[in-house]
């Protein structure tokens, strides 16, 4: 049980390569009717509007957002960066952002620069890749190099950039994380400018960077919206963080339900130790009496029934750690951030369960030390 909530505790708090605090999301349908221009136009009103908004940081938009869609997958061939004239087939997510979306999403600038507002129609096709993206296809200085990708008319796209990876959750035709998202291997992805992509998308995701609660601010991005085009409407507005915990449903359950387990089986232990030295000490008056009457002082009388319960407690620790070992490597599988032999997840219970053991004992043992030799003595 310590190991999973050891392991939840991590989960929450993993770097998933962008902030999700304070975040607004939104899934906008755009108009199949209207032009590329027009859409654009569209989008750079909202955006403005909004950012106009008091508490509000930052608005962008992009074609994907982790936990929702990934975007798309996209097969290419460019020139190997051996420089052999070899070719090489890559896959890679592609996105379509505006150059605010960096800043939303607060994805860490690794090398280079990022998409700007000059990256616009009729200026040189720019993108940024990801640390993935980079290693994996384009060596060790990526800033700079032309790849020959064809997309939207244009044949040659410069990198100026390398971001973090970012962890996306679950993505469209793939089970959701179990994790979250944080321990799936990250994927290769292009960032194009929003402006320079020509691509009739179907939707956009807003995000909005807030200075106070994200989901305050809900209404006015619908207004804005709507006042915009009446036409279109936003759906699943949720916070990022409501995104994460979403995804995170599962292990919080495992969490909750084996917490409540643990939970009881240690008041069931207590209860269940308190009754054994009760009684195991009632049926020693009279060796108490006599140990007394030869001058046995109160404290020694407690520290028997205490030490009576500590050995009891060690042998049934010694025994618990054991089972404790084979159950963590069994569920290995639900662990994050923690090993099977984690020294907190192993040392935490046993002095938990001592604790409660000298807690169960301190009636019986003060009740023993009280016992009156003559009465004992008398006892039978």
């Not at 809900?218 to 507005?237: K, Y």
């Not at 449903?249 to 009760?278: E, K, N, Q």
């Not at 029934?305 to 042998?315: D, E, F, G, K, N």
């Amino acid at each position: 049980m310590a190991s999973l909530a050891r392991s939840f505790s991590a989960l929450l708090t993993a770097d998933r390569g962008y902030d999700p605090h304070s975040l607004l999301t939104a899934r906008l349908p755009l108009s199949q009717a209207a032009t590329f221009q027009q859409k654009s136009a569209f989008l750079e009103t909202v955006r403005t509007r909004m950012a106009a908004t008091p508490g509000v940081t930052d608005v962008a938009f992009g074609n994907a957002l982790p936990f929702v869609t990934s975007g798309g997958f996209r097969g290419f061939d460019i020139p190997s960066p051996r420089g052999d004239g070899t070719q090489v087939q890559m896959q890679t997510m592609v996105r379509s952002v505006s150059p605010s979306f960096f800043r939303a999403m607060r994805l860490r600038l690794a090398a280079g620069r990022l998409i700007d507002d000059t990256d616009v129609a009729g200026t040189r096709g720019v993108v940024v890749v990801n640390r993935s993206f980079a290693s994996r296809y384009l060596g060790p200085t990526p800033v700079g190099t032309i790849m020959a990708l064809g997309v939207d008319g244009t044949k040659n796209w410069e990198v100026v950039g390398v971001v973090d990876d970012m962890r996306q959750g679950g993505l469209q035709g793939r089970p959701p994380s179990r994790f979250g998202g944080v321990d799936d291997p990250a994927q290769p992805e292009l960032f194009f400018a929003a402006a320079q992509s020509k691509q009739q998308l179907q939707e956009l995701f807003f995000v909005v960077r807030t200075t106070g609660d994200p989901a305050a601010l809900a209404p006015a991005l619908r207004t804005v919206v709507r006042e915009g085009d009446p036409t279109v409407a936003l759906d699943s507005v949720m916070s990022m963080d409501e995104r994460v915990q979403a995804s995170l449903a599962r292990p919080r359950i495992y969490v909750v339900l084996l917490t409540a387990f643990a939970g009881c089986a240690l008041v069931i232990a207590m209860v269940g130790l308190f009754g054994v030295l009760s009684y195991t000490t009632a049926r020693r008056t009279r060796e108490i009496g006599v140990r007394t009457a030869l001058g046995a002082r109160p404290r020694d009388v407690a520290g028997l029934v205490i030490r009576q319960a500590l050995t009891v407690s060690l042998a049934g620790t010694v025994l618990g750690l054991l089972i404790a070992y084979v159950v963590a490597r069994s569920i290995s599988s639900l662990l994050y951030g923690v090993t099977t032999t984690d020294v907190v997840s192993f040392a935490a219970p046993p002095m938990l369960l001592i604790a409660t053991s000298l807690a169960a004992c301190a009636i019986p043992a003060r009740r023993a030390a009280r016992v009156d030799p003559i009465i004992a003595m008398k006892s039978e």
